[in-house]
């Protein structure tokens, strides 16, 4: 293996890895509070198109980044009342997020379809070429997540929401109020998440650009043992098997393109059945359960 070949693969892994990262994160808050949601996959859609449809509007990559964001913040807030004000089954919930996601996506994304939008900043690293502004924050959102969640009253609270919210809640806290504040943070770095694939990387929108990393991301976090930290690490892994079928194929790799294109979701399986074995006991233990206390 060459240098170069070496050096692309781990570039490519890290511009790979960081939707993944922003989407897990988010992913990752809000299985702390107790709350699963499968609709992952749906929301990086919406800040896919968002993203475009905002940066494209005001000619500004950050506007795009921002909304993007918020219309998912926004997403995760109607997906909170059906779970959490109306105790739907959360996996049900999910589902039904994730497909108002497609549909949300296609209609938001169609006027700007071919559309090309100014992209995001880019910052030179050594040996590896220029990342663009959300690679480089990557590091410093997974050590706020990490100091938040462990460091913080606030992330105390939310931790044992996510483990039993009915003592939480008899020791005076509002699991609802927690979950919800869970939540909107989940969105909005979902649909960071999103935002990077089209605004940071493609800078234009097509429709169904996630290609399944809304599930891969789900994965990442058992992965991660749902510490913020771990998923550094997770997302270069999954990011590395996507920028490897991608280097192969672009140099000509006498291997079936169909065979490569299924090796990032093949490494998914294997470390699930794997790794994610021994993780189980890292769950919240309330996860997936709805609360029925009054608040």
């Not at 475009?52 to 500004?60: E, I, R, T, Y």
């Not at 943070?185 to 990393?213: C, I, K, N, P, Y």
Request: aromatic share 10%; net charge positive; glycine share 14%.
């Amino acid at each position: 293996m060459s240098t170069s070949f070496a050096a692309d693969v781990l570039s490519s892994s890290v511009v790979s890895g960081a939707s993944l990262f922003y989407a897990a994160s988010g992913e990752l808050v809000g299985e702390r509070a107790g709350v699963v949601y499968l609709g992952l996959e749906g929301l990086m859609l919406i800040g896919a198109a968002e993203g475009v449809a905002a940066a494209s509007l005001s000619g500004n990559p950050y506007v795009g980044v921002v909304a993007a964001g918020l219309a998912c913040l926004l997403a995760n807030m109607i997906f909170g009342v059906l779970v959490i004000e109306r105790r739907a089954n959360q996996l049900a919930a999910g589902l039904s997020l994730m497909f108002f996601g497609f549909g949300a996506s296609t209609l938001i994304g169609r006027p700007f379809v071919g559309t090309l939008v100014p992209g995001l900043p880019r910052i030179a690293a050594p040996g590896l070429g220029p990342f663009d502004i959300l690679v480089w924050l990557a590091v410093p959102t997974a050590l706020f997540l990490w100091g938040l969640l462990f460091r913080t009253r606030w992330g105390l609270v939310l931790r044992a929401v996510g483990e039993d919210p009915a003592a939480a809640f008899a020791a005076g806290r509002r699991p609802k109020q927690m979950q919800f504040q869970a939540l909107a943070l989940a969105g909005f770095l979902a649909g960071v998440g999103g935002a990077h694939l089209s605004v940071g990387l493609t800078q234009t929108w097509d429709e169904g650009m996630t290609s399944g990393r809304g599930f891969i991301a789900i994965a990442l976090v058992i992965f991660s043992k749902w510490n913020p930290l771990w998923l550094i690490a997770g997302a270069l892994v999954f990011g590395g098997a996507e920028a490897l079928q991608l280097q192969l194929q672009a140099r000509g790799a006498d291997v079936s393109p169909f065979l490569m294109t299924m090796a990032p979701y093949l490494l998914t399986l294997m470390i699930l059945a794997f790794w994610g074995w021994s993780r189980r006991a890292a769950a919240p233990a309330a996860l997936g359960r709805n609360f029925f206390g009054v608040e």
